[in-house]
């Protein structure tokens, strides 16, 4: 049986601002290209097809459109994205959030999307965030009701990455922030914009763009054990 995994898109695509934002190309395609060889990959978002992309990650990541946004196979699964409300965490080895403005914006309070990230975590399956990703695994809890976060090391886009893209407005809380408020031990790379995953257990986060393929290989790693 080939394991499943579900790709989690942010369907937001305006900031509190009204710029306009979406999900992030490469922390999309990245762990995608690592995992598809291996695993059955579906994509889901709160509203269903095609979940926006962030139109300045396609701009800043230009390699990462050919290959991803016109790839027939991804287009097709963006297409006929599934709703958050559709999903049985039964059917699935793994859940990935990728990352971009909108998962602050719109999963991080879905509680459709709250409910199903701690389904996953509870049942002790891969559950794993990059970039602003991990703000959609905010509201979840283990079976004793505790946030996922407490006692744990884990990271996320960080507040001074937030302020040099001049974001901190955009958005309702930093990332940072909310892991420390929820006893999260949050860890960063030693400079902005460097790689960082970090690993507790079955909960898997990357802080940024950069982190996004050594996600993706963190999560083959995990499903492969």
């Known amino acids: 049986m080939t394991k499943r995994i579900l ?6 695509n305006r900031t509190l601002t009204g710029a ?3 999900w992030y190309l490469p922390e999309a395609a990245h762990p995608y290209y690592i995992l598809s060889p291996h695993f059955t990959i579906d994509f889901v978002s709160p509203e269903g097809p095609n979940p ?3 139109e300045y990650s396609v701009q800043t990541f230009p390699d990462d459109v050919p290959k ?4 027939p196979v991804v287009q097709k699964k963006l297409s006929t994205a599934k709703k958050l409300s559709e999903i ?3 059917d699935y080895d793994a859940i990935f959030y990728v990352g ?6 719109d999963l991080a309070s879905d509680p459709v999307n709250i409910q199903l990230a701690s389904a996953f975590y509870r049942a002790g399956k891969v559950t794993a965030a990059v970039c602003h990703g991990p703000a959609a695994l905010v509201g979840a809890t283990d079976a004793s009701g505790k946030s996922i976060f407490a006692g744990k090391p884990s990271t996320g886009f960080s507040n001074v990455e937030e ?3 001049d974001k901190v407005k955009d958005v309702p809380f930093l990332l940072e922030d909310k ?3 929820l006893g999260g031990k949050y860890e960063k790379a030693a400079e902005p914009w460097g790689p960082k995953v970090v690993v507790a257990g079955n909960l898997i986060t990357g802080q940024n763009p950069a982190s996004a393929h050594p996600i993706g290989e963190a999560i083959l790693q995990a499903l492969q054990k």
Request: charge should be negative.
């Open 7 to 12: 790709f989690v898109f942010t369907s937001a």
């Open 20 to 22: 306009s934002t979406g």
């Open 52 to 54: 926006p992309v962030d």
């Open 68 to 71: 991803f946004l016109q790839d």
């Open 88 to 90: 049985n965490p039964n």
């Open 100 to 105: 971009g403005h909108g998962p602050v914006l």
């Open 163 to 165: 302020e040099m893209v």
């Open 179 to 181: 892991i420390i408020s």
